[in-house]
């Protein structure tokens, strides 16, 4: 199975959640939840540590309710192809609310170009209030 067929395959998933969040999108924009879905436990940590030292709550993905932004912690050019669907599920989710965070030296997976991408630099939580604020949400 290809990446594009990976991403387009959540179409109708993304349609149903879409659904549900558009249900709830006032409760989204009052909200300064963030929710993170990592590749690994440790980019996961690092962006969970970032966000809090701006003040913001961090939330594991899935959540159960509708976050104000997603941030996809990814530390390869290739994560695994599981990890993909569900960060096109949870981008299909929360709409162009998501960044992606690239925290190892390899570039943002291919799939996920068309978001906003977080220029990490040395100060880790910066960069993602500046992503963050691209988005509304920071």
């Known amino acids: 199975m290809t990446s594009a067929a990976v991403l387009s ?4 998933t993304s349609r149903n959640i879409n659904a549900m969040a558009a249900a709830s999108s006032a409760g989204c924009a009052a909200s300064s939840r963030v929710a993170v879905l990592a590749e690994t436990e440790a980019a996961r940590d690092a962006v969970v540590a970032a966000l ?9 993905w899935p959540t159960a309710e509708p976050p ?3 941030v996809l912690a ?8 599981a990890w993909l669907y569900e960060a096109g599920a949870a981008v299909g989710a929360v709409g162009r609310r998501a960044v992606v965070a690239p925290l190892g ?6 799939e996920l170009a068309d978001l906003v ?4 630099g040395p100060e880790l939580s910066a960069a993602l209030r500046e992503a963050l604020a691209k988005l509304g949400s920071g």
């Open 9 to 12: 395959g959540v179409s109708s």
């Open 74 to 81: 990814v530390e390869t050019s290739d994560p695994p192809r």
């Open 105 to 110: 030296d390899a570039p943002a997976p291919p």
């Open 52 to 60: 809090r030292d701006r003040g913001v709550q961090a939330v594991d």
């Open 117 to 120: 991408t977080v220029e990490v």
């Open 68 to 70: 104000a932004a997603l």
